[in-house]
Protein backbone atom coordinates (compact mmCIF):
# COMPACT_ATOMS: atom_id res chain seq x y z
CA UNK A 1 0.00 0.00 0.00
CA UNK A 2 1.54 3.39 -1.37
CA UNK A 3 1.53 6.78 1.14
CA UNK A 4 -1.40 8.06 -0.92
CA UNK A 5 -3.76 5.14 -0.51
CA UNK A 6 -2.90 5.11 3.31
CA UNK A 7 -3.65 8.68 3.66
CA UNK A 8 -7.01 7.82 2.09
CA UNK A 9 -7.77 5.27 4.77
CA UNK A 10 -6.49 7.10 7.55
CA UNK A 11 -8.97 10.19 6.65
CA UNK A 12 -12.13 7.59 6.19
CA UNK A 13 -11.21 6.11 9.46
CA UNK A 14 -11.12 9.76 11.07
CA UNK A 15 -14.32 11.23 9.63
CA UNK A 16 -16.20 8.14 10.31
CA UNK A 17 -16.41 8.70 13.60
CA UNK A 18 -17.40 11.88 14.04
CA UNK A 19 -19.95 11.38 11.14
CA UNK A 20 -21.84 8.16 12.77
CA UNK A 21 -22.06 9.99 16.42
CA UNK A 22 -23.26 13.50 14.73
CA UNK A 23 -26.16 11.20 12.85
CA UNK A 24 -27.03 9.44 16.06
CA UNK A 25 -27.28 12.84 18.20
CA UNK A 26 -29.35 14.31 15.38
CA UNK A 27 -31.89 11.58 15.34
CA UNK A 28 -31.82 11.81 18.83
CA UNK A 29 -32.78 15.89 19.01
CA UNK A 30 -35.08 15.14 15.89
CA UNK A 31 -37.26 12.88 17.86
CA UNK A 32 -37.31 14.60 21.38
CA UNK A 33 -37.76 18.13 19.21
CA UNK A 34 -41.37 16.29 17.91
CA UNK A 35 -42.04 14.18 21.38
CA UNK A 36 -40.97 15.99 24.17
CA UNK A 37 -40.70 19.71 23.59
CA UNK A 38 -40.64 22.02 20.23
CA UNK A 39 -39.37 25.09 22.11
CA UNK A 40 -35.56 24.20 21.78
CA UNK A 41 -34.32 23.70 18.08
CA UNK A 42 -30.88 21.49 18.44
CA UNK A 43 -31.43 19.93 15.08
CA UNK A 44 -31.46 23.48 13.46
CA UNK A 45 -28.10 23.49 14.80
CA UNK A 46 -26.90 20.08 14.35
CA UNK A 47 -28.77 19.56 11.03
CA UNK A 48 -26.02 21.46 8.79
CA UNK A 49 -23.00 19.93 11.09
CA UNK A 50 -23.81 16.77 10.18
CA UNK A 51 -24.39 17.56 6.51
CA UNK A 52 -20.88 18.71 6.11
CA UNK A 53 -19.57 15.51 8.48
CA UNK A 54 -21.56 13.42 5.69
CA UNK A 55 -19.91 15.67 2.97
CA UNK A 56 -16.57 15.09 3.71
CA UNK A 57 -17.31 11.33 5.20
CA UNK A 58 -18.58 10.83 0.56
CA UNK A 59 -15.68 12.87 -0.23
CA UNK A 60 -13.17 10.58 1.48
CA UNK A 61 -15.23 7.51 0.63
CA UNK A 62 -14.82 8.41 -3.08
CA UNK A 63 -10.92 9.16 -2.49
CA UNK A 64 -10.64 5.92 -0.79
CA UNK A 65 -12.59 3.57 -2.86
CA UNK A 66 -10.67 5.24 -6.08
CA UNK A 67 -6.83 4.59 -4.62
CA UNK A 68 -7.94 1.02 -2.63
CA UNK A 69 -9.66 -0.61 -5.99
CA UNK A 70 -12.37 -1.59 -3.74
CA UNK A 71 -15.09 -4.02 -5.41
CA UNK A 72 -18.03 -2.80 -6.02
CA UNK A 73 -19.54 -4.54 -2.92
CA UNK A 74 -16.96 -3.29 -0.64
CA UNK A 75 -17.05 0.21 -1.75
CA UNK A 76 -20.92 0.58 -1.71
CA UNK A 77 -21.17 -1.23 2.18
CA UNK A 78 -18.42 1.46 3.19
CA UNK A 79 -21.13 4.30 1.68
CA UNK A 80 -24.46 2.26 2.82
CA UNK A 81 -22.29 2.52 6.74
CA UNK A 82 -22.55 6.77 6.67
CA UNK A 83 -26.37 5.95 5.83
CA UNK A 84 -27.03 3.32 8.72
CA UNK A 85 -26.97 5.16 12.31
CA UNK A 86 -23.62 3.96 13.99
CA UNK A 87 -22.25 2.97 11.11
CA UNK A 88 -19.48 4.79 11.12
CA UNK A 89 -18.42 3.11 13.95
CA UNK A 90 -18.28 -0.28 12.18
CA UNK A 91 -16.60 1.11 8.79
CA UNK A 92 -13.91 2.99 11.73
CA UNK A 93 -13.08 -0.87 12.78
CA UNK A 94 -13.24 -2.48 9.38
CA UNK A 95 -10.60 0.08 8.15
CA UNK A 96 -8.77 0.16 11.21
CA UNK A 97 -7.92 -3.74 10.19
CA UNK A 98 -7.52 -3.24 6.60
CA UNK A 99 -4.57 -1.05 7.40
CA UNK A 100 -3.41 -2.94 10.00
CA UNK A 101 -3.11 -5.63 7.29
CA UNK A 102 -1.95 -3.85 4.99
CA UNK A 103 0.91 -2.62 6.95
CA UNK A 104 1.77 -6.24 8.55
CA UNK A 105 1.65 -7.72 4.31
CA UNK A 106 4.06 -4.09 3.66
CA UNK A 107 6.15 -5.35 6.32
CA UNK A 108 6.40 -9.33 5.70
CA UNK A 109 7.35 -8.02 1.84
CA UNK A 110 9.73 -5.67 3.06
CA UNK A 111 11.60 -8.83 4.96
CA UNK A 112 11.48 -10.86 2.63
CA UNK A 113 8.65 -13.52 4.40
CA UNK A 114 6.67 -15.71 2.23
CA UNK A 115 3.58 -17.40 3.69
CA UNK A 116 4.27 -21.03 3.92
Known amino acids: ?4 TASA ?10 EGISWIVLAV ?8 TREVDVA ?3 GPIHGVLFVLYVLFWLDAWNRTKWS ?3 GLLYF ?11 AERRLRRESEAAVMAA ?3 REGVVNA
Request: aromatic share 8%; with cysteine; proline share 5%.
Open 44 to 46: RVL
Open 72 to 74: LGT
Open 80 to 90: AYSIIPGGGFI
Open 107 to 109: RAR
Open 29 to 36: CTVIKYTV
Open 9 to 18: IRRLRLISVP
Open 1 to 4: MDLK
